[in-house]
């Protein structure tokens, strides 16, 4: 069976950095499946030839020096451009004319991919349900749906409605990157394709969890988006909950798209929701300095750029074991890493002396950059009595591999081609995702509190993250990746 691309926002950012780089890739690797073709859809008007060509050289910025000329020039005759608003109904019909010039009569598997703002996904949906370009009489059709997914419950909610009165959930994939990176889906085998974590993976041997993703990044033009975000929105709604739901799910009995997501709606489920008063006591929020000289912010903008969460997962194997997650801007390096830390051996035999407590076992699980995984390990220190210190077990995914890791769309595009949606959020996942991030997002807007602390760009947040921490009898695991 032939499949079709349809790509609505197809002469934007994400287009030419993301989507068109992964299938070129894609292609060069003869990953695709047979006659894979892509149709881009937006106002600007291309013709088939001005989109190929503005696509070769951002592609080849891009892709950097795996870009081939040869293999481009195989690659582009299966792209094609139609101009079309996805808010005109009528534009609908020369997108379904296009089609069926470009698939010459012989049915095709379609995915529609909606790269537009949020803000057009209902109408582009409903568009498609009217146009009859949803209907299945004629091939599978499948809707992809970038982030953000909703801005809160409700919106999350009317959105799934809108959804679902045109696509059956199956044919439904909700984007969030973080799944299509190598490090997640290692963890996924880390924890079920090795016996040896899981009789240690639970409130009996573990201290606590941190899930940081830093970015070393500020908001530079994006100040007027990131204003009616901010952090717990931007990353914690999607990324920081979608990597708590794989370091704490149960084995799924299989390895299929709705076994895998069941085990991971059922984590968010045991979440205990935070009440306000959780809130003030549970969080930190913090805002670098300058953020409110960026473009397109308020001067006196409350808009958090970092954030720290405690969460407590109500479950038999995690009772008792808090999971602290974090994210900001403007932070030290660009981080994204799940630490598991260990509980210290009930004896310190080997305590006396200069240092009354040694470091902790940690489990570091690196995403990106550096990506690989870290066991830290107590060691005696040769010839110096028995003076222990730190040392790890590091595997680096760089070291044992020898090409580029492909990024995440590489990974996510194919899947949705060929219809496996294990690594695509479901409606419920992202509804009790938002059922999370409301309450907190909420206590800070109608209650300022607690405080919007400043930090210096640079920092690892404010320093009432660290204290926060500190109060706690616990600290955050502030190391940058070592990239070689
Ligand atoms: N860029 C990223 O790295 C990234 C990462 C994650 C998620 N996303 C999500 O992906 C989506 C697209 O982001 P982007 O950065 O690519 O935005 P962008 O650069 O602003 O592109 C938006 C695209 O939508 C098209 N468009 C706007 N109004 C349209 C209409 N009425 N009918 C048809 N096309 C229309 C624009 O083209 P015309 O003006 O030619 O119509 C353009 O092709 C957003 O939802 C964003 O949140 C982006």
Aim: aromatic share 10%; hydrophobic share 40%; net charge neutral.
């Amino acid at each position: 069976m032939a499949h079709t691309l349809i790509i609505f926002g197809a002469s934007g950012d994400l287009t030419s950095r993301k989507l068109i780089p992964a299938l070129y890739l894609l292609h060069q690797k003869q990953r695709l499946p047979p006659q894979t073709r892509v149709l881009g859809v937006a106002r600007t008007r291309f013709d088939d030839a001005a989109w190929r060509n503005e696509l070769a050289a951002t592609t080849q910025r891009y892709v950097g020096q795996t870009f081939e000329p040869a293999a481009w020039q195989a690659f582009a005759p299966m792209l094609f451009y139609q101009p079309g608003d996805v808010s005109r109904l009528e534009d609908y019909a020369s997108v379904a004319a296009r089609l069926e010039a470009i698939e010459a009569g012989s049915p095709a598997t379609r995915l529609y991919y909606l790269a537009t703002a949020p803000e057009l996904y209902a109408t582009a949906i409903l568009h498609l349900g009217q146009s009859g370009l949803a209907d299945e009489s004629r091939g599978i059709r499948r809707v992809v749906i970038e982030k953000p997914f909703g801005r809160d419950l409700a919106s999350a909610r009317e959105l799934n409605q809108i959804v679902h009165r045109v696509f059956a959930e199956h044919q439904v994939f909700r984007i969030d990157h973080y799944l299509g990176k190598e490090t997640v889906q290692n963890l996924l085998v880390l924890r079920f394709a090795n016996a040896i974590f899981e009789p240690l993976w639970n409130r009996r041997y573990i201290d606590h969890v941190q899930i940081t993703v830093a970015e070393e990044v500020d908001v530079g033009r994006r100040g007027a988006y990131y204003e009616q975000a901010g952090v717990l929105r931007d990353m914690f709604q999607n990324h920081l909950l979608q990597l708590l739901m794989i370091t704490a799910m149960e084995a799924p009995p299989r390895y299929t798209a709705d076994f895998v997501r069941d085990e991971k709606v059922k984590v968010l489920r045991a979440v205990r929701p935070l009440s306000p008063d959780d809130v003030v006591r549970d969080t930190v929020r913090g805002q670098y300095e300058g953020y409110r000289a960026a473009e397109g912010v308020a001067p006196d903008s409350q808009t958090a750029t970092f954030a720290a969460v405690k969460l407590q997962i109500e479950n038999w194997r995690w009772q008792g074991v808090p999971f602290y997650l974090r994210s900001g801007k403007a932070m030290s390096c660009r981080t994204s890493q799940i630490v598991i830390q260990f509980r210290q051996p009930p004896v310190m035999m080997f305590s006396e002396g200069r240092r009354s407590h040694h470091d902790p076992n940690r489990l570091v699980i690196q995403i990106q950059p550096a990506e690989g995984i870290q066991l830290h390990l107590q060691t005696k220190v040769p010839d110096a009595g028995m003076t222990l210190r730190t040392t790890d077990l590091d595997f680096r995914f760089a070291r044992e591999y020898a090409g580029t890791m492909p990024d995440a769309y590489q990974r996510l595009l194919l899947d949705a081609l060929l219809g496996d949606a294990s690594l695509f959020a479901r409606s419920d996942e992202v509804e009790w995702a938002w059922s999370l991030i409301d309450p907190i997002q909420t206590t800070w807007d109608t209650t300022g509190q607690p405080p919007l602390e400043l930090y210096p760009p640079g920092q690892w947040g404010p320093q009432a993250s660290d204290d926060w921490m500190h109060a706690q009898g616990r600290q955050w695991f502030d190391v940058c990746p070592v990239l070689h």
